[in-house]
Nanobody
Framework: QLQAYGGGLVQAGGSLRLSCAAS????????MGWFRQAPGKERDVVAA????????YYEDSVKGRFTISRDSAQNTVYLQMDSLKPEDTAVYYC????????????????WGQGTQVTVSS
């Protein structure tokens, strides 16, 4: 199981760090990702990271502001979010992929519960 935490309320320009901890099994052989879903919108990928951590993917709107990382020893994935904007407001979900590298439009096989991020203007 995956459990995401670290969300909250922050002012525009602020930062938050989301964490996703795995329990019950290891995801060290799986690419991992963060998705988000705003009210009335689809759930979309925000960032993804390969098993090695050397390959990352970012959605265009978060490039240069968000950083995904992983600590395989701790079985944890992080999403550092800086320069937050009101349009970043959403429920954020972590997820695991069956592959070792993230391929666009690939559906995860395991989801964590969401954590709410609210950015005020």
């Amino acid at each position: 199981q995956l459990q995401a935490y670290g969300g909250g309320l922050v002012q525009a320009g602020g930062s938050l760090r989301l964490s996703c901890a795995a329990s019950g099994r290891t995801f060290s052989n799986n690419a991992m990702g963060w998705f988000r879903q705003a009210p009335g919108k689809e759930r979309d990928v925000v960032a993804a990271i390969s098993v090695s951590g050397l390959m990352t993917y970012y959605e265009d709107s978060v490039k240069g502001r968000f950083t995904i990382s992983r600590d395989s020893a701790q079985n944890t994935v992080y999403l550092q979010m800086d320069s937050l904007k009101p349009e970043d407001t959403a429920v954020y979900y972590c997820a695991a992929f069956r592959t070792s590298i993230y391929y666009r439009d690939t559906a995860p096989f395991s989801w964590g519960q969401g954590t709410q991020v609210t950015v005020s203007s």
